[in-house]
């Protein structure tokens, strides 16, 4: 899966998860690296005691897996939801996922060229334009 394509499907993933409608308990277990880092996120999904299947999103691979018992469930019902997330995400922003792509790439470039200064509080170009100007991602760009 390609960067923005990632990304577009992490987000939908996050709020298709965060729905109050999960007819199973979901916990969302962060993963952090030793520099505090978020490296993977994973999604347990259950029924009571009983485990359903566990989704892992790697966020420096752009790639998920899925295990468990019970993947048909993420398969025949929970992928089309979060595909159909990722169409309105997609639809809402107005932008390709090559356009994604060149945003992710003109923000690292800016990074990487950032980090030859020694402190800046610049920003980045947002990754991803949603509708509302103000909810766009900023990231701050410094070498500490």
Known sequence: ?????????????????????????????????????????????????NPKYTLNMYHTKCSCLINGRQMNVFINTDLSEI?????????????????????????LLHVINASDEKDTDEECPPVMIQENVKDSPKFKCSSK
């Open 83 to 107: 595909l159909t997330g990722v169409e309105s995400q997609i639809s809402k922003t107005g932008s390709s996922i090559s356009e994604l792509n060149e945003n992710v790439k003109r923000m």
């Open 1 to 49: 899966m390609n960067t923005g394509m990632y990304e577009i499907f992490k987000y939908a993933t996050e709020s298709y998860y965060s729905s109050t409608a999960m007819k199973y308990a979901v916990a969302r277990v962060p993963v952090y690296d030793l520099k505090g880092n978020l490296v993977e996120t994973k999604y347990k999904l259950s029924h009571g005691r």
